[in-house]
């Protein structure tokens, strides 16, 4: 069971937007504006989409956006693209000084 | 540009242990935190733990304490991960990855550790 909860799937058409959701606690999500989100593709290692919160790093498509409130974070994604289509982590600084990860969330572009 | 490379897949024996590594190029090793996490088959993403390339510092998930060691070093730019006591549910992908602005920037390619009698 992971610290984070992400739904397991979520699905859109080419043109949609969709978010994603990570809910936490006050310990990690809430407590902190160390929210990160990668996304993977099948047999590749994940790449960072999101930093803190809601920034993206260099070369980062602005489709990607992230904001939070509460102990929850999410991820949007606008004008979904046949190569969006992967799974998406998202991870938070804990209370504990360590990092914790969602589930994982798939993203099927219909 | 920035690289992390990674060991060769491996094949272990229950109750054996593994150690991955890491080298690191393309910027100053010493000067960004080094996490492991790993993926078992068709699973998420598990946080193992942090090395300080500077001073050797680390850190272990609690789930890991006892079974993981951390270790870097400075003349090849290079960490590594040892995990003893293997078990089949430790069959996994194991990432290296650099931290920056707490989060985790640059990914190493992983490495297949297979655990099986």
């Known amino acids: 069971q992971s610290a984070l909860t992400q739904p397991a799937s979520v699905s859109g058409s080419p043109g949609q937007s969709i978010t994603i959701s990570c809910t936490g606690t006050?310990?990690?999500?809430?407590?902190?504006?160390?929210v990160s989100w990668y996304q993977q593709h099948p047999g590749k290692a994940p790449k960072l989409m999101i930093y803190?919160?809601?920034n993206r790093p260099s070369g980062v498509s602005n489709r990607f956006s992230g904001s939070k409130s509460g102990n929850t974070a999410s991820l949007t994604i606008s004008g979904l693209q046949a190569e969006d289509e992967a799974d998406y982590y998202c991870?938070?600084?804990?209370?504990?000084?360590?990092?914790?990860f969602g589930g994982g969330t798939k993203l099927t572009v219909l | 540009q920035v690289q992390l490379v990674q060991s060769g897949a491996e094949v272990k024996k229950p109750g054996a242990s593994v150690k991955v590594s890491c080298k690191a190029s393309?910027?100053?090793?010493?000067?960004?935190?080094m996490h492991w996490v790993r993926q078992a088959p068709g699973q998420g993403l598990e946080w193992m733990g942090i090395?300080?390339?500077?001073?050797?510092?680390?850190s272990y998930a609690q789930k890991f304490q006892g079974r993981v060691t951390m270790t870097r070093d400075t003349s090849t730019s290079t960490v590594y991960m040892e995990l003893s006591s293997l078990r089949s549910e430790d069959t996994a992908v194991y990432y290296c990855?650099?931290?920056?602005?707490?989060?985790?920037?640059?990914w190493g390619q992983g490495t297949l550790v297979t655990v099986s009698s």
């Open positions: 990855a650099r931290e920056w602005n707490e989060s985790l920037d640059y």
């Open positions: 393309g910027y100053t090793f010493t000067s960004y935190y």
């Open positions: 090395i300080n390339p500077s001073g050797g510092s680390t």
């Open positions: 006050s310990s990690d999500v809430g407590g902190y504006n160390y």
């Open positions: 803190d919160v809601s």
């Open positions: 991870s938070s600084y804990t209370s504990s000084s360590t990092l914790s």
